[in-house]
């Protein structure tokens, strides 16, 4: 929403916005000049002629009566979003349950390396461009969320489908209908670009497909970590390969490379071009971001809140600590908890050091059968923290010099993490 935005009052209309606390993504709106008011009132809509809403909006949210009784228009984050996507010759939309920010913003590094003029909407801080990147009008890249079937009111030129995964179920009604869902995503563009080791994208007509391990047009051979940061030679069909190296950390990440360089190959770009970009790549706050250190040992935040996710920054993470490894999960919305609560006892119970911290709700009510509580009472090796003081208190007693602690989840837990750090330095 924050990047939207700032898209259009770089386009001079004047933006207004509410949210319920201030944080950073408000701090950045102000001080660019964007009227943000905290808290949900009528009054916030005053002298407003149009009003977009994120999906997390309720139907009695004041401000949208407001402007419903007012007779105002009504759009829909993803209305709006596909509605801007027309002022820019190719748009790109990328998909997936997991991966799509870092993808997105790396398919905006590699474009804007291969033709230098690729504007890009992201679902997080981009090191270097933040969540909206103006840089002209040829490519447009954006992140197409499944989250209540947005995706599917874009218009791609190109559709990305990075994986598929049973996500968002309490939308959809179950996991055939979301899979469904994917599919008509990738078949609605002119291309799709598909990742080949998924089941369900494998199965898609594809103008290219990626993978790691397997048959594809695009792949990395010959795989090196180094400290947990990946290098590759990056080959496209019967191309001589092209040497690419990563600066973020994880296997994973090599997934979201070679889409973003299949992109670039579909445009017809030289593969050292798109090599280029996915070296400029810096990284997204909150993926798998050092916030500082505590004892002596890192600690690090990662925003993954899905099983899949969870253990890909546990990998990263082994990875990188020569230590042990330390890790607090916030479990993100009751009902995902709930219904993947299996997956999540699974992939947590592998982590010898482990914390679980309350439940950030979103826009959801308790529900315990999906609370943090009941995961950390099936975990044989959890603790459980309602405060970030308990937080804080178990990490400065148990972490020593060599050590790593993750912190998870994609709730508030990032910003008690970094209150936990700030607190140390008075």
Do not use: W
């Not at 991966?99 to 790396?106: E, P």
């Not at 810096?282 to 002596?296: D, P, Q, S």
């Not at 990998?315 to 709930?338: I, K, N």
């Not at 309602?386 to 060599?402: H, T």
């Amino acid at each position: 929403m924050s990047a939207l935005a700032f898209c259009l009052a770089g386009r001079g209309y004047t933006v207004t916005g509410s949210d319920l606390a201030p944080n950073e993504y408000t701090a950045r709106l102000e001080r660019a000049g964007v009227r943000v008011a905290y808290g949900h009132a009528a009054a916030n809509v005053a002298g407003a002629e149009a009003v977009v809403v994120s999906s997390a909006v309720s139907e009695n949210n004041a401000e949208l009566a407001a402007a419903r009784a007012h007779g105002l228009r009504v759009f829909g984050r993803a209305e709006l979003l596909a509605l801007l996507a027309e002022d820019y010759g190719h748009v790109v939309c990328v998909a997936g349950c997991h991966g799509k920010t870092t993808a997105t913003a790396m398919c905006a590094h590699v474009l804007n390396a291969c033709a230098g003029s690729c504007s890009a909407h992201i679902g997080g801080l981009d090191l270097d461009y933040g969540n909206f990147y103006d840089a002209g009008k040829k490519f447009f890249v954006t992140e197409a969320c499944e989250y209540k079937a947005n995706f599917l009111k874009l218009r791609p030129e190109v559709a990305v489908l990075l994986n598929t995964d049973a996500d968002h179920l309490e939308s959809y009604g179950g996991e055939e209908q979301l899979l469904a869902a994917y599919e008509r995503f990738a078949r609605s563009a002119k291309a799709a670009i598909v990742c080949a080791e998924d089941r369900i994208a494998a199965r898609i007509p594809a103008a290219l497909t990626f993978a790691v391990a397997g048959d594809a047009d695009v792949t990395a051979e010959n795989l090196r970590s180094a400290g947990g940061r990946y290098s590759f030679s990056l080959r496209v069909c019967d191309a001589p390969p092209v040497r690419a190296a990563l600066n973020v950390y994880g296997r994973h990440n090599v997934y979201n490379a070679l889409a973003a360089a299949a992109v670039a190959a579909y445009y017809g770009y030289p593969l050292a071009f798109a090599a280029e970009g996915l070296r400029a790549f810096r990284g997204i706050a909150r993926r798998f971001e050092k916030l500082g250190t505590l004892n002596g040992a890192a600690v690090i935040a990662d925003y993954a809140h899905h099983p899949r996710e969870i253990a890909a920054a546990l990998s990263a993470a082994r990875e990188l600590c020569g230590g042990r490894l330390f890790a607090v999960f916030q479990p993100h919305t009751y009902s995902r908890t709930r219904l993947l609560f299996s997956s999540f006892v699974s992939v947590l119970s592998s982590v010898e050091n482990l914390m679980i911290y309350k439940t950030y709700p979103a826009r959801e009510y308790f529900d315990a059968a999906g609370s943090a509580l009941t995961l950390a009472e099936s975990l044989p090796n959890a603790l459980y923290a309602e405060r970030v003081r308990e937080m804080e208190i178990y990490l400065r007693c148990s972490l020593r010099q060599g050590d790593l602690a993750l912190i998870l989840g994609a709730g508030d837990i990032y910003y008690a993490a970094k209150q936990m750090l700030r607190a140390q330095k008075k």
